[in-house]
């Protein structure tokens, strides 16, 4: 009896031990297909950005040498015939003449500095996204491989027939992970990436105009300091809504009022944060969790309820914590909605469910059409003592 009890403890020593190294190399492939993801995306956006900004080019540069024909041929006018025309007419003829070279050189230039740009960026993207779905698939197997080594085979098997329906459990699992990150993703992008992108051709620009039209460079790097100061705040919300470090050093409460005072600021919608009960510091993966949790139902008024208000309630009771987001908006039929989520649609309220189902959590949504939209979630306190993000 004794010899079997340490051989059982010896295997779970072999198993955690087993865990802990595909953990460490799940975190590494979540890496590099979150930054292959934003590299796709952000490659993307570009690519549709530098497009346009050629055929734009392309346009102004015929347009630059039709009048630089039109300015070489008054030039020639005026050259011929000096007596009918003043020195300020055939001053002006030189001036002109010369005013339109110097654009239609600058655009040239730029010209084939966006081919360049987007030919290498329609290189990369290929390249990346090759590299996304080797990712994909590993972080798929591994998944799945870790959620059998982590819990009862015997207990999974049974619930689970077959190994396409044991993949889908462990993919459910991954989907509150990856649209926490494609909505980091679309801030760099639709932000910071965006803005350095317009940066660096603003500099070129300026490189070309240094000894052509200084005051002109001189307003133009006055802009780009705007636009970079503008670009380092976006920076910082995305950092913050990343990880608040405040979440650390502060807890849930603290930041879910920050968050709700950021949220009214760049919405316009009314929002408040009430507490009840003892307040009081939460396991660091609850709190992570239940701030996601914040974050999606934020995300989803913003987009979808078209509301003026919203309130964000958090209750700490003996053995449980609830949360509620309630808003004025035009709501939705919930059933018709729940059909749609079995096809893979409204994966925020599938990230919400299965974030709470984490912690064993429960998620009731009251809604219809015309009345508003209110999440409540409820979860129980030491769960567990394990960090699940």
Request: with cysteine.
């Amino acid at each position: 009896m004794d010899k079997k009890h340490l051989d059982i403890n010896r295997l779970n020593e072999i198993i955690n031990a087993t865990i802990e190294s595909v953990e460490k190399g799940q975190k590494e492939i979540y890496n590099i297909a979150e930054y292959s993801k934003q590299e796709c995306e952000r490659l993307e956006k570009e690519l549709s950005v530098v497009k346009e900004e050629v055929r734009k080019t392309i346009n102004k540069v015929e347009y630059l040498e039709k009048a630089e024909k039109s300015a070489r041929y008054k030039l020639m006018v005026v050259s011929r015939d000096i007596k009918k025309y003043s020195e300020e007419d055939i001053k002006k003829a030189y001036d002109d003449a010369k005013d339109i070279q110097i654009k239609l050189l600058l655009e040239k230039q730029r010209e084939l500095q966006l081919r360049e740009r987007r030919d290498e960026l329609e290189r990369s993207l290929k390249s990346m996204m090759t590299i996304l779905k080797r990712a994909e698939h590993l972080t798929m197997q591994t998944s799945v491989a870790l959620s059998f080594l982590k819990g009862n085979l015997e207990s999974i098997s049974g619930k689970l027939s077959d190994i396409t329906q044991k993949q889908n459990f462990a993919a459910s699992i991954i989907k509150a992970q990856e649209e926490e990150r494609k909505r980091v993703a679309r801030d760099i992008h639709d932000g910071p990436a965006q803005t350095m992108a317009n940066c660096l051709i603003q500099i070129e620009i300026c490189e070309r105009l240094f000894d052509v039209d200084f005051e002109r460079v001189k307003q133009e790097f006055k802009e780009l300091k705007d636009i970079v100061r503008a670009s380092i705040n976006e920076m910082r919300k995305v950092i913050f809504n990343l990880r608040p470090s405040a979440l650390d050093d502060l807890g849930l409460e603290a930041v879910a009022r920050r968050y709700c005072a950021e949220f009214q600021e760049e919405t316009g919608i009314n929002s408040q944060c009430l507490i009840f009960g003892d307040n009081k510091r939460l396991e660091s993966s609850m709190e992570v969790m239940l701030f996601r949790i914040l974050q999606e139902a934020l995300t989803n008024v913003r987009k979808h309820s078209m509301a003026n208000n919203v309130t964000v309630k958090i209750e700490y009771l003996k053995d449980r914590v609830n949360m509620a987001i309630v808003d004025d908006g035009r709501g939705f039929d919930y059933d018709l909605l729940k059909d749609r989520m079995h096809s893979g649609h409204h994966l925020g309220i599938i990230s919400i469910k299965e974030r709470a189902q984490l912690f064993k959590g429960d998620v009731k949504i009251d809604t219809a059409p015309g009345r508003g939209t209110k999440v409540f979630v409820s979860v129980p306190l030491r769960v567990s003592d394990k960090e699940v993000w």
